[in-house]
């Protein structure tokens, strides 16, 4: 089940961010600028999770998650709202309107994504799987354990993330800004040469003896977990 996330927010910078980062990790994505449309679109379909930024233009994100939780279809839906605004009294006051957790901009992107992946696990387990496989290549979320062919590998917090991000999207190309800003976050000042001294560490890790590489590098593009891997 592909669980599907809507992002009410107006800067189309940031929209066009969350959207990619999170297709990247299979969510099914929906957009909406407005939240007078916002209001509408959830009276059509109710996503299993809800984006929601503060500041918006037709009916303000607080309003909005007034209105959500007066409504029966909507009263559970999950909310996370996004806002510039970080004082402890607007905190409070987002969370007392409704909303389940609260991100003050700017925020880390894998961050996010982790509290995302956190309150799905809770609202809505069905969705969210704690275990990802590819070949011969095991990743658990929650415990935080890799195994390849059985045998437990030690990998970095960065190699961790690495692989997990990596192993959600098999085939895929990413840059190294791209792996930057996924992994490491667009607030963190890292040279792109980072991911190539940790993509090194991750094969280290992973490859041991005669075991087939799974990461393919892409000359002039980044690197990719090889959809065709096969052990």
């Known amino acids: ?32 600028f407005r939240g007078d449309e916002a209001e509408i679109r959830l009276r059509e379909t109710v996503p299993d999770l809800l ?6 233009p037709g009916v303000s994100g607080i309003e909005l998650c007034r209105r959500i939780r007066m409504r029966d279809e909507t009263r559970a839906l999950p909310i996370i709202m996004l806002t510039a605004r970080g004082e402890e009294t607007e ?3 987002g969370l007392a309107t409704g ?9 880390s992107v894998p961050e996010l994504m982790a509290r ?41 917090p960065k190699e961790f993330d690495l692989l997990e991000f990596l192993m959600q999207s098999p085939g895929r190309v990413f840059s190294r800004e791209q792996l930057l800003n996924s992994v490491w976050g667009r607030d963190v000042y ?28 892409v000359r002039g593009a980044g690197y990719a977990l090889d959809e065709q891997y096969a052990p």
Request: hydrophobic share 40%; no cysteine; proline share 3%.
């Open 51 to 56: 984006l929601l930024d503060w500041m918006l």
């Open 91 to 93: 905190r409070v006051r």
């Open 190 to 217: 890292v040279d792109e040469r980072t991911v190539d001294v940790h993509v090194g560490r991750l094969r280290k890790a992973i490859n041991r003896g005669r075991a087939k590489d799974p990461i393919r590098t």
């Open 1 to 32: 089940m592909i669980p599907r996330v809507m992002i009410v927010e107006d800067e189309e910078a940031l929209t066009t961010l969350l959207k990619y980062n999170l297709e990247a990790e299979g969510y099914a994505v929906s957009t909406v």
């Open 116 to 156: 995302i992946r956190a309150m799905l696990r809770r609202t809505k387990p069905e969705t969210i799987a704690a275990i990802l496989r590819s070949g011969d290549i095991e990743l658990d979320r929650e415990t935080h354990r890799v195994r390849r062919a059985g045998r437990e590998l030690h990998l970095g």
């Open 99 to 107: 909303a389940d957790d609260y991100v003050v901009k700017p925020f």
